[in-house]
């Protein structure tokens, strides 16, 4: 069991099968929504949600431990960005490229945005380091899923190491 983290609030807790759809359908709303460099970062968090690399049941992130910035604006922007996120993954954005039809996934994105949105961003523990640095940010596309990457961390995206 995989468990996403809300501070103190809510968790979602999700099997291996459906921690991998969500984070299939994050990184294609998170590929095409990345400007700054916080949205990159987290591409690069998501990259290391992908359960081919770390293992089955091990991945999972807290939102209280996450790096959300280091002034109110800063925060909200980057909360902001998560939300638009959701959002976009969502309306389906770009799932008639799945290999599969997510059931489960917009259960899971509901759930995950209202977590998201109850979150206050100026309570997280930002020296936990779960949140990738600027230098270990996803910002090269895979050019076969036009996706980011998980480089540096390893050669592919999150399809390719499914066998997609």
Do not use: I
């Not at 992130?61 to 960005?81: C, I, M, S, V, Y």
């Not at 997510?102 to 100026?122: C, I, K, N, Q």
Request: aromatic letters at 10%; charged letters at 20%; one cysteine or more.
């Amino acid at each position: 069991m995989n468990v996403f983290h809300g501070g103190d609030g809510p968790r979602l807790e999700m099997s291996n099968g459906g921690t991998e759809v969500f984070v299939d359908v994050l990184m294609l709303a998170v590929s095409t929504l990345a400007r700054e460099p916080w949205d990159f970062r987290f591409a690069a968090l998501l990259t290391l949600q992908d359960q081919n690399v770390m293992g089955r049941g091990v991945v999972g992130f807290d939102l209280a431990e996450l790096d959300w910035g280091d002034t109110p604006q800063e925060r909200a922007a980057a909360k902001d960005f998560l939300l638009r996120v959701l959002d976009l993954a969502l309306t389906r954005h770009r799932w008639e490229e799945l290999t599969y039809e997510p059931p489960h996934a917009e259960g899971y994105l509901r759930t995950y945005r209202a977590m998201v949105e109850e979150f206050a961003p100026a309570t997280a523990r930002s020296d936990a380091g779960v949140l990738p640095g600027t230098h270990e940010a996803a910002t090269a596309s895979c050019v076969r899923h036009q996706v980011l990457g998980a480089l540096p961390f390893w050669e592919g995206c999150v399809f390719c190491t499914a066998g997609v």
